[in-house]
């Protein structure tokens, strides 16, 4: 069981938005801004989309955003494109014995 | 350009050893945070160690505490992970990855293509 809690799936068609959330508690999401995630296309390895919860990498398309509240983070991405069909996976800083966590991983469907 | 190449990964039988490598090229190694995330195969990543950049300071999952050992030779640009007393569900896909960072692992902005390690007998 993951320490972060993701949906295993969502979807949206083309031009929609729509959000991942990732739960975790007072030790990792909700006590640090060092929430990340990252986005896994089938068979190559995954490529950081946002860090510290609302920063993007350069080269990151602004359609791709992060937020956070309490212990709860959101991705979101607006003007779904089929480009977008993956693996996204949320990770943070904690303060227990293990100092990283993931989140399960969500499967994102382009309908 | 950031490049990170592993190596080392194969078929070990279980309560063996094996150790990964991870050459580094295209930042200045010293100055940054390595770690190593595994992906068992049709699963999630799970985050498994990482090294400061000066080598002084180490981390790891609960899953490989007393197990793995991670390294670095910053006069190689090289890192390691030396897995001793191998499981089953140590299978995976081991990425070696660049932390944004210089002490402490908190986000990966670069990955290698990953070396796989089968623990079975």
């Known amino acids: 069981q993951s320490a972060l809690t993701q949906p295993a799936s969502v979807s949206g068609s083309p031009g929609q938005s729509i959000t991942i959330s990732c739960t975790g508690t007072?030790?990792?999401?909700?006590?640090?801004?060092?929430v990340s995630w990252y986005q896994q296309h089938p068979g190559k390895a995954p490529k950081l989309m946002i860090y510290?919860?609302?920063n993007r990498p350069s080269g990151v398309s602004n359609r791709f955003s992060g937020s956070k509240s309490g212990n709860t983070a959101t991705l979101t991405i607006s003007g779904l494109q089929a480009e977008d069909e993956a693996d996204y996976y949320c990770?943070?800083?904690?303060?227990?014995?293990?100092?990283?966590?993931f989140g399960g991983g969500t499967k994102l469907t382009v309908l | 350009e950031v490049q990170l190449l592993e190596s080392g990964g194969g078929l070990v039988q279980p309560g063996g050893s094996l150790r990964l490598s991870c050459v580094a090229s295209?930042?200045?190694?010293?100055?940054?945070?390595m770690s190593w995330i595994r992906q068992a195969p049709g699963k999630g990543l799970e985050w498994v160690s990482a090294?400061?950049?000066?080598?002084?300071?180490?981390f790891y999952a609960d899953s490989v505490k007393g197990r793995f050992t991670i390294s670095r030779d910053n006069s190689k640009n090289t890192l390691y992970l030396q897995m001793h007393s191998l499981r089953a569900e140590d299978t995976a896909l081991y990425y070696c990855?660049?932390?944004?960072?210089?002490?402490?692992?908190?986000?990966?902005?670069?990955w290698g293509r990953g070396t796989l390690v089968t623990v079975s007998s």
């Open positions: 295209g930042f200045t190694f010293s100055n940054y945070v």
């Open positions: 990770s943070s800083y904690t303060s227990t014995s293990t100092p990283v966590v």
């Open positions: 510290d919860v609302t």
């Open positions: 007072s030790s990792d999401v909700g006590g640090y801004n060092y």
């Open positions: 990855a660049k932390d944004r960072g210089t002490i402490l692992p908190a986000d990966c902005d670069f």
């Open positions: 090294v400061s950049g000066s080598g002084v300071g180490t």
